[in-house]
């Protein structure tokens, strides 16, 4: 009877990658006093015995870093992981768990370079599991019972948080004390309850099997750095970033991703000396920055981020910028993902 029951249910592959869910704390009271990436993934996995009645799991531990300290090259290593499991005729879904501070680039790096509709599933969680009220088990749960459902094919790359569904281009951390921390400005794609999934929408942009980019064929990724707007800012930062080889500069702005009078000319010059320069807003419930709004950008040769932060701005520069150096391809490209 156990051996029919685990040919039903799908195989779930969990990398680790570390974070504040693999984090332990010196008393159950800190709940945000702890360190992060602590354990491995095997604890984390005998921590939620349930998993077992949702899918065949197994872990593998990629790396075990505070998500802070991600580097272009773990993104690279764990976007190739991924890959070749999602080939693997054995594997059903994956599941990363990652630390929260760069969950959402993480997650949106991957629904650009994966070409498959298997169910990726990024999650982390606000408490480590030594604190009172943990939320980590929970999430870790949804993540496992998203990932090994079929109806989760083909929808991006997803992040369970809060018992809910989000879809990785859109979530972000909004707040860092409490569990009801990741928001899409358009909303969650559904919520995940005991191990049930309900859907309410659907991402409408470019992700995954639909993407013109691909993790195979990606080895290094170009720097691309964020300067952020502010009153009184000067364009030193900007500068600096374009002499420490920045490809392209993404301008975290203000309000609509506009540009202070003192910043201008330095990017247009930048500009010339063929730095992309990429108008994002740094506004917290979600920015959108239009072409030609509030700055020339078809005369200055600049690109705008719409409503990708500028975090997420970075992730998209790089992966286009493996393929392109043409602003107007660049352009497109941030329409359409
Ligand atoms: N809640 C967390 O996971 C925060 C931690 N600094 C991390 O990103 O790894």
Redesign the pocket.
């Known amino acids: 009877k156990e051996v029919e029951n685990q040919q039903k249910l799908a195989n779930v592959v969990i990398l680790a990658t570390?974070?504040?869910?693999a984090?332990a704390g010196a008393s159950a009271a800190n709940s945000a006093t702890y360190q992060?990436?602590k354990l491995g993934v095997d604890k984390l996995i005998a921590g939620v015995p349930e998993l077992a009645n949702l899918a065949n799991v197994r872990g593998e531990q990629v790396m075990q870093i505070?998500?802070?300290s991600i580097s272009n090259d773990n993104l690279l290593q764990l976007g190739k992981r991924v890959a070749e499991l999602a080939d693997s005729k054995d594997v059903d879904g994956i599941v990363i768990t990652h630390?929260?501070?760069?969950?959402e680039e993480t997650a949106y790096f991957l629904n650009l370079v994966e070409k498959t509709d298997k169910p990726i599933v990024v999650v982390?969680?606000?408490r480590p599991g030594t604190a009172m009220s943990a939320d980590g088990m929970l999430n870790l749960y949804n993540a496992v019972a998203v990932a090994s459902n079929k109806e989760s094919r083909g929808k991006g790359v997803l992040v369970t948080m809060n018992d809910e569904i989000q879809s990785g281009r859109d979530v972000s951390k909004t707040v860092n004390i409490k569990t009801e921390a990741f928001k899409s400005p358009w909303g969650p794609l559904g919520m995940v309850v005991e191990g049930k999934s309900y859907w309410f929408r659907l991402p409408a942009k470019r992700h995954t099997v639909d993407s013109e980019f691909d993790i195979k064929k990606i080895s290094s990724l170009p720097a691309v750095d964020i300067a952020y707007g502010y009153g009184n800012v000067t364009d030193t930062a900007y500068k600096a970033l374009a002499q420490g080889g920045a490809k392209a500069i993404i301008h975290a702005g203000t309000g609509n991703g506009s540009v202070s009078s003192r910043v201008v000319p330095a990017l247009q010059e930048l500009r010339k000396e063929g730095v992309q320069i990429i108008r994002s807003s740094h506004v917290n419930a979600g920015g959108f920055v239009l072409r030609n709004a509030e700055q020339p950008d078809d005369k200055n040769d600049w690109v705008v981020a719409h409503d990708l932060n500028p975090q997420k701005a970075r992730i998209l520069a790089m992966v286009a910028l493996t393929k392109t150096q043409d602003s107007k391809e660049l352009q497109r490209i941030f329409w359409e993902y």
């Open positions: 570390g974070g504040t869910i984090g992060a990436a505070a998500s802070e630390g929260t501070d760069t969950l982390g969680s606000m």
